[in-house]
């Protein structure tokens, strides 16, 4: 069936660090989705991407849905405190009813102030 | 509008208790989701709903039911509870199964001793 394959699993930050983590799948998808959750609380949607190709910004956040459609890419520049947290791709479960998301296991953030 | 809650958010069960875990929305979203997290495994789709009186099986349904009697209610039960089910709860919503951007619960963490 489908799976999302994050790396790293984890990574640990000096606070002004440029973060970079991706997804990859090895089948196709029309949609990609980061989600970000901070630590006791539910994901929350970053950035949603519809187009292979697409770059799309939000903040100081920048994700990139890859032109083979297999893999997409996050990118947090000048890393903060507050960016600590779970950080988790997610597309459409095509194998599944519509509607339905599969995830990623998500890259753990720490940044050291 | 509240979004999504969820109820309670801490609970401990012995093995063999049953237990209701409450999630209501009140965004009129059609389509809502039951995901469990564990440690590395990302969230995983318990059960879903595209709407009043439709529930469907997600990709771990065992142990689990689930009914929709009006649009903003959409409550999981355990029936007996074991173990391996000890795991935090979250629940999500959209506007239709069309609609791929979920919105999360705060999440129910439970223990089964």
């Known amino acids: 069936g489908q799976q999302l394959n994050q790396s790293p699993q984890s990574m640990f930050i000096q606070e002004g660090e440029d973060v970079s983590m991706n997804c990859t799948s090895s089948?196709?998808?029309?949609?990609w989705l980061w989600y970000k959750q901070d630590p006791g609380e539910g994901p929350v949607l970053l950035i949603a991407?519809?187009?292979?190709?697409e770059l799309t910004s939000n903040g100081r956040l920048t994700a990139q849905f890859g032109i083979t459609r297999k893999d997409s890419f996050l990118n947090i520049s000048a890393s903060i405190p507050s960016d600590v947290g779970i950080y988790f791709c997610?597309?459409?479960?095509?194998?599944?009813?519509?509607?339905?998301?599969?995830f990623g296991k998500g890259t753990k953030l720490s940044v050291k102030p | 509008n509240a979004g999504v809650t969820q109820t309670p958010k801490f609970q401990v069960l012995k093995t063999g208790q049953s237990m209701t875990l409450q999630c209501a929305q009140d965004?009129?979203?059609?389509?809502m989701s039951w995901y469990r997290q564990d440690p590395g495994m990302g969230l995983r789709l318990i059960h879903y709903?595209?709407?009043?009186?439709?529930?469907d099986q997600g990709e771990v349904p065992n142990g689990y039911n689930v009914s929709r009697s009006t649009t903003e209610d959409f409550p999981l039960r355990l029936l007996s509870a074991a173990p391996s089910q000890t795991s935090v709860y979250f629940c999500?919503?959209?506007?239709?199964?069309?609609?791929?951007?979920?919105?999360f619960g705060p999440g129910t963490r439970l223990l089964v001793l």
């Open positions: 999500a919503s959209s506007y239709d199964q069309t609609e791929e951007t979920q919105y």
């Open positions: 997610a597309g459409p479960n095509y194998g599944g009813s519509q509607g339905n998301l599969i």
């Open positions: 089948s196709i998808f029309n949609t």
């Open positions: 709903s595209v709407g009043a009186g439709i529930t």
């Open positions: 965004m009129n979203h059609e389509y």
């Open positions: 991407l519809y187009k292979a190709g």
